[in-house]
């Protein structure tokens, strides 16, 4: 089945530093892939959609500056946290659609950042 | 304005005790809808997609069932293995490509 693979899934570092995530489609192209958001017992909060070989597109109040997003080719998409604070300690998970699959969305493991 | 509304919020069931949770949404243009699981301290794991009316779709001691205002997740005699987050999200056609999600049903299947 489709699996998509996140790195690191953990992750602490100092406040002002920056944080790279992967996001990786390892069986399937996806020309789109989401990056969500999770606090503890919540549920996800869609940050942005990343599109392959163009600029995401982000949801309200996500500042795009502070979450930047790459998706350089069809299997992997990064998510930048730059100069991390606390307040953005959370779990990132994101998700890549398969259209092979009827745009069925599938995520990856999720990050855990701590900033500190 | 769409939105998705799961229920109940937590669910407790001894083992094999069967019981539904349901997800209830109000959308334009339903594209799909979509089940997942989710444990703790990980990413939601994809279970089922529905896309009409009357669809059913089964797996293992999951049946997920569809009309035009709500999705029901029926689970048959639950182990303690089932115990999970359950969520469900919806595609719209006038949104693209984005998933709406519930907040999920916390399940727990005591032994």
């Known amino acids: 089945g489709a699996v998509v693979s996140q790195h690191p899934s953990r992750v602490i570092c100092k406040s002002g530093t920056s944080v790279k995530i992967e996001c990786r489609s390892l069986?399937?192209?996806?020309?789109?892939m989401f990056w969500y958001r999770q606090f503890p017992k919540q549920s996800l909060m869609l940050m942005a959609t990343?599109?392959?070989?163009?600029?995401?597109?982000?949801e309200q109040g996500v500042e795009k500056d502070k979450f930047l997003i790459n998706h350089a080719s069809l299997t992997l998409s990064t998510l930048t946290v730059t100069s991390a604070h606390p307040e953005d300690s959370s779990f990132y998970i994101c998700?890549?659609?398969?259209?092979?699959?009827?745009?069925?969305?599938?995520f990856g493991p999720g990050t855990r950042l701590l900033v500190l | 304005e769409d939105q998705v509304t799961q229920s109940p919020e937590a669910l407790r069931l001894q083992e094999g005790e069967s019981s539904s949770l349901n997800c209830s949404y109000t959308?334009?243009?339903?594209?799909?809808l979509f089940w997942y699981r989710q444990d703790p301290g990980k990413g939601p794991e994809f279970l089922f997609t529905?896309?009409?009316a009357g669809e059913e779709k089964e797996k293992e001691r999951l049946k997920a069932t569809l009309t035009k205002k709500e999705s029901f997740l029926h689970i048959t005699a639950p182990k303690p293995e089932d115990s999970a987050t359950y969520l469900c999200?919806?595609?719209?056609?006038?949104?693209?490509?984005?998933?709406?999600f519930g907040t999920g049903t916390s399940l727990t299947v005591i032994p």
């Open positions: 990343s599109n392959e070989g163009s600029k995401a597109t982000y």
């Open positions: 959308v334009s243009g339903l594209r799909g």
């Open positions: 999200a919806v595609q719209a056609s006038n949104t693209g490509n984005q998933f709406y």
């Open positions: 069986d399937f192209q996806a020309t789109t």
């Open positions: 529905l896309y009409s």
């Open positions: 998700s890549a659609r398969d259209l092979t699959n009827r745009e069925t969305q599938y």
